[in-house]
């Protein structure tokens, strides 16, 4: 059972990463993504690494493609979206956003990683 639960958890953080890449291609668009960064100090460029970030880590861990690494890989794109709402109080539906699903999201990362890829991965090999 611990392979299945540890596969429910890729699948989720992966299905949950790649909808973020794409919230930010179709609805935000990548310039208005771009811009936001910028709005916030980042700079521009940062808005690409993101979402290419969470494009092909989202696609990685859905595929099971070493799942350890692009779950560390993924730590400091959290740690970024945590040092926006880390101001803004706990509860995410706070004005701005608060800052416990970011923080969250990290630790869920972060196990994801001892656990390596669990069950119906793309190859043993890479998980």
Same mark, same amino acid.
């Given at each position: 059972m611990q392979?299945?639960?540890t596969t429910l958890?890729?699948?989720s953080l992966?299905?949950?990463?790649l909808s973020h890449?794409l919230l930010?291609?179709?609805?935000f668009?990548?310039p208005g993504?771009v811009g +936001?960064?910028?709005?916030l100090?980042?700079?521009?460029?940062?808005a +690409?690494?993101t979402i290419?970030?969470?494009l092909?880590?989202?696609?990685?861990?859905?595929?099971?493609?070493y799942?350890?690494?692009?779950?560390?890989?993924?730590?400091?794109v959290?740690l970024g979206a945590?040092?926006v709402?880390?101001g803004?109080?706990w509860?995410f539906?706070n004005?701005?956003?608060g800052?416990?699903f970011?923080?969250?999201?990290?630790?869920?990362?972060?196990?994801?990683a001892g656990?390596?890829g669990? =069950?119906?991965?793309?190859?043993?090999?890479? =998980?």
């Amino acid at each position: 059972m611990q392979a299945y639960a540890t596969t429910l958890l890729r699948l989720s953080l992966g299905v949950m990463t790649l909808s973020h890449a794409l919230l930010k291609i179709f609805v935000f668009t990548v310039p208005g993504t771009v811009g +936001y960064f910028e709005s916030l100090g980042f700079p521009g460029f940062l808005a +690409y690494l993101t979402i290419a970030a969470e494009l092909g880590g989202g696609l990685a861990l859905i595929l099971g493609v070493y799942t350890r690494w692009v779950s560390l890989a993924l730590v400091p794109v959290l740690l970024g979206a945590l040092s926006v709402h880390a101001g803004n109080g706990w509860v995410f539906s706070n004005n701005g956003g608060g800052w416990e699903f970011p923080a969250f999201w990290t630790l869920v990362l972060l196990v994801q990683a001892g656990l390596g890829g669990g =069950a119906a991965v793309l190859s043993k090999r890479f =998980a």
